[in-house]
């Protein structure tokens, strides 16, 4: 055993995965491995912005620097100053908690999930078509007068690698149905939002129930990126004035789990984001 105090800062989460709303438990706090005592520490756990504090008695949170901390006075030899917080899983950011004790730092993380499925049939049964990056989650621009969002946000994602050879299939066209889980307001359209802020309905979009299904080809009207083998394709559900009104949600889940279902394979897909 060393003759003098080791301390090592460590972070865990009570479960790998979570979906928006859930409440999880993030236990963490300074050891000391070494052999004497370690005299006062002081700790602060970093936050990122998809998790917010509910339960952490004993513990000081500041708001504007997303900080917990809190002071051990001093841990024995082989001692330990674990707390255990209770955290809210939010719509949005990293679900990442950092701990640093001292000079001591560990890091913890969990995957936000959600439940949608997505499928996504290439024409092309042996399609090579992937998601390049991570799909991009952002508030949706103002809509054009006469058009209200049905949900707050635009999710853009780019498709790569899909077959350029004319001789063969290229423009590869795929039909992406979504399953929103929840009723679609009567009204609701589907919008391509372009780089310039135009908003167009995709008027071959069918909108069910509680999904929607509508078809990209490479290249063509609806995909934003002219290169062969790459598409870009950022949509939004809205409705014109003259529909019924409903309120916006804050994360359009059914456009994460678009996103998802693209990412690696073509298919179905659950959404599993950092």
């Given at each position: 055993?060393?003759?003098s ?16 709303g859930?409440?999880?438990t ?8 070494g ?6 520490i ?5 936050l ?9 008695a004993?513990?000081?949170w ?9 002071e ?7 001692g ?5 917080i ?7 950011g ?15 993380s ?12 290439p ?9 390049s ?9 103002t809509p ?7 949900f707050?946000?635009?999710?853009g ?26 009723d679609?307001?009567e ?7 372009t780089?310039?802020?135009?908003w167009n ?17 490479d290249d063509?009207?609806l995909?934003?990126?002219k290169t062969p ?6 949509v939004a559900?809205?409705y ?22 693209l ?12």
């Amino acid at each position: 055993m060393a003759p003098s105090a080791i301390v090592q800062a460590g972070a865990q989460f009570s479960v790998p995965e979570a979906e928006a709303g859930d409440a999880v438990t993030l236990t963490a706090g300074p050891v000391n491995i070494g052999g004497a005592a370690s005299g006062l520490i002081a700790n602060s756990i970093t936050l990122a912005a998809g998790l917010s504090p509910t339960g952490y008695a004993g513990l000081q949170w500041n708001s504007t620097t997303r900080v917990l901390s809190w002071e051990t006075p001093s841990l024995a030899s082989r001692g330990s100053d674990l707390k255990t917080i209770t955290l809210q899983v939010a719509d949005a950011g990293a679900l990442t908690a950092t701990l640093t004790s001292n000079e001591a730092s560990g890091a913890a993380s969990i995957v936000r999930t959600f439940p949608e499925e997505v499928t996504i049939t290439p024409e092309n049964p042996d399609s090579s078509c992937k998601v390049s990056g991570q799909p991009v989650v952002a508030a949706a621009p103002t809509p054009p007068e006469g058009v209200t969002l049905a949900f707050a946000n635009t999710v853009g994602f780019t498709v790569i690698d899909c077959d350029r050879n004319p001789n063969s299939t290229y423009p590869e066209t795929l039909v992406v149905t979504i399953d929103v889980e929840q009723d679609i307001p009567e009204g609701t359209e589907l919008y391509k939002v372009t780089d310039a802020g135009d908003w167009n309905v995709i008027e071959d979009a069918v909108i069910g129930v509680q999904s929607v299904t509508y078809s990209i080809t490479d290249d063509g009207d609806l995909d934003l990126d002219k290169t062969p083998g790459t598409l870009r394709d950022p949509v939004a559900l809205a409705y014109p004035a003259s529909k019924r009104p409903i309120v916006p949600v804050p994360l359009p889940i059914w456009l994460l789990g678009l996103a998802a279902g693209l990412i690696g394979w073509l298919g179905v897909r659950r959404l599993k984001m950092t």
